[in-house]
């Protein structure tokens, strides 16, 4: 089986840097991605680590080190309308399915 | 282009009840997901469907029936609903690695 843990919380001010770590355990690993949930909305895609290292997507950065069984999501210069919550997810074998973490919640404050 | 889209957005169902729910997608995905989300939980899977004619159980298949009408449209069935089913649903499809969700649709079964 698969689980994932990640915070469930996590609280920063604007213009600062937070990091948003994710641990997994699975059989079948193909990388692992994030998303992004604003309240009410759907989740929408924000990365994918097939590799070890660092993916950059403008203020948004993803790493995944596979001999840890770790990544994290890295949120630069905090804007109000990054409070959401975000989600680690393992690519299962065969890119077939996801497997969800239960989830962190981001509370941006001025 | 629409994406994914879901019918209904709200559904109050009484206990025993049947419904499906509706998802089409327009982007000539072969996959596609049902989810559901409840507070703490994270995303869970319920049935995917890799491909036109085939579909699979997820993690939580338990009380739920889906059809895969065409490549466009997957759909989910609720036979006979319980309050445990009371969640908000969303449906998936994905090139590779990337999943785009549908709105969800928000269902309480009394």
């Known amino acids: 089986g698969q689980s994932l843990e990640q915070p469930s919380e996590v609280t920063a001010v604007e213009g600062a840097i937070v990091q948003i770590n994710c641990t997994y355990q699975?059989?079948?690993?193909?990388?692992l991605s994030w998303y992004q949930q604003h309240d009410g909305g759907a989740p929408t895609f924000l990365s994918y680590n097939a590799l070890d290292g660092l993916e950059e997507t403008g203020r948004f950065s993803s790493f995944l080190s596979r001999s840890d069984s770790y990544g994290y999501l890295l949120l630069q210069e905090l804007q109000m309308k990054d409070s959401a919550s975000y989600f680690c997810?393992?690519?299962?074998?065969?890119?077939?399915?996801?497997?969800f973490g239960k989830g962190t919640m981001l509370l941006v404050s001025p | 282009n629409a994406g994914v889209t879901q019918t209904p957005k709200f559904q109050v169902l009484k206990t025993g009840q049947s419904m499906t729910l509706q998802c089409a997608q327009d982007m000539n995905h072969n996959s596609m997901y049902w989810y559901r989300q409840d507070p703490g939980m994270g995303l869970r899977l319920i049935y995917y469907s890799a491909s036109e004619g085939t579909t699979d159980k997820g993690e939580v298949p338990n009380g739920y029936n889906v059809s895969r009408l065409n490549k466009r449209e997957f759909s989910l069935r609720l036979e006979s609903a319980a309050p445990s089913q009371t969640s908000v649903y969303f449906c998936a499809s994905s090139r590779i690695y990337e999943q785009y969700f549908g709105p969800g649709t928000r269902l309480t079964v009394t």
């Open positions: 997810a393992v690519m299962n074998s065969g890119y077939s399915t996801l497997t």
């Open positions: 699975t059989s079948g690993f193909y990388g």
